[in-house]
């Protein structure tokens, strides 16, 4: 008898060493708790959406202000030209581009979807993020293609004689 | 009358509808940062009083499921 009782004891599986799971000890949430938990992730979605319609009407700040800057000569850049510069730091790449009627825009550089630098095709009058193929119209900034879905942040110019000072932006 | 088996039906479907507001809440609230971001401040208000609405009708799918959990349990036999 002693012999039976002490095989019995010893057959464990071995995947039970390897594996030591006890799924009866594991904890289930009933369908009560589930849905508890649920409402209580609406509140907290519904105060989070409460929270981004605050800042948007009472602190955001859709125009930044900056110094002004002198940032290129106007007979410098052709009609479909471009010219890199920095503003209003020199952390924050920016582009001028003239397009074929004269009109003279900048924007922010970076693109944003990922923050590559873009580059401007005036063949086409755009802005073109070579990482993952996004288009800017250089006449507004919207995305017309690819991946982005926010326009590039513009920044304000003006022309003072041949002079072109950046004076703040838009976001 | 409330009996015990409908309860598994009713956390069930109330379960289901709750989450799928919810995914619609994770939207508004996606779509209200990115207009945020973009310019747009004026969808804010109306995104904002989508996902307190939706709340309020979560709110009340769960209170209308716990008030049905409460009759069933204190039911007495012989009703």
């Known amino acids: 008898m002693m012999e039976r009782k002490e095989e019995e004891q010893v057959v464990v599986p071995r995947w039970r060493e390897d594996f030591p799971i006890a799924w009866e000890r594991d904890h289930y949430i009933t369908r009560r708790e589930f849905a508890k938990f649920l409402t209580l992730g609406s509140a907290l979605l519904a105060g989070m959406s409460i929270s981004v319609a605050v800042i948007g009407r009472w602190f955001f700040r859709p125009r930044f202000e900056g110094p002004s800057v002198l940032i290129a000569k106007a007979s410098a850049i052709p009609a479909g030209g471009s010219l890199l510069f920095r503003y209003p730091t020199d952390d924050d790449p920016c582009i001028l581009v003239r397009d074929r009627d004269g009109e003279l825009r900048a924007y922010s550089q970076v693109c944003t979807h990922l923050s590559c630098a873009v580059i401007h095709r005036p063949e086409s009058n755009s802005l073109f993020c070579p990482c993952h193929h996004g288009w800017f119209d250089a006449a507004s900034g919207i995305p017309t293609g690819g991946p982005p879905t926010r326009r590039l942040p513009r920044i304000r110019l003006r022309v003072a004689g041949d002079d072109i000072f950046a004076e703040g932006g838009d976001v | ?79």
């Open chain 2, 1 to 79: 009358m409330d009996t015990p088996r409908q309860g598994l039906p009713l956390f069930t479907a109330i379960g289901l509808l709750v989450g799928t507001l919810v995914i619609i809440q994770l939207w508004l609230l996606a779509a209200g940062i990115d207009a945020l971001l973009s310019g747009h401040p004026q969808v804010l208000i109306p995104a904002a009083a989508a996902s307190i609405v939706i709340f309020l009708i979560n709110g009340g799918l769960l209170l209308h499921a716990l008030n049905f959990d409460h009759r069933v349990r204190t039911r007495r036999p012989n009703d």
